[in-house]
């Protein structure tokens, strides 16, 4: 059973960057599939920005231009670069990989943008 631990969130101010960081317990390479979702309080999950096995990326609107998905293969982590950070960012954020019968989650990082 893969495992997903998220680390990097905390409070920053508007117009701030953040690095989050997703450590899997195996290599990622056995993901099709890794993502970035957020929850913002009283919201549903949207999903963020993703990244695929091929290196192919996407991302939702409202971070395009701001966030950056990257991948370390042989530090089987997969980053989310944010930068220009706004209060409409404040979330949990958590990570997610796929393969083609299971889904894994991490625990989430908060991540508040606030003055």
């Known amino acids: 059973q893969a495992q997903l631990v998220e680390s990097g969130g905390g409070l920053v101010q508007p117009g701030g960057s953040l690095r989050l960081s997703c450590a899997a317990s195996?290599?990622?390479?056995?993901?099709?599939?890794m993502g970035w979702y957020r929850q913002p309080p009283g919201k549903q999950r949207e999903l963020v920005a993703t990244?695929?096995?091929?290196?192919?990326?996407n991302y939702v609107d409202s971070v395009k231009g701001r966030f950056t998905i990257s991948r370390d293969d042989a530090k089987n982590t997969v980053y989310l670069q944010m930068n220009s950070l706004k209060p409409e960012d404040t979330a949990v954020y958590f990570c997610?990989?796929?393969?083609?019968?299971?889904?894994?989650w991490g625990q989430g990082t908060q991540v508040t943008v606030s003055s």
């Open positions: 195996e290599t990622i390479r056995s993901f099709y599939f």
């Open positions: 990244v695929y096995s091929d290196g192919s990326t």
């Open positions: 997610n990989a796929r393969k083609q019968f299971s889904t894994f």
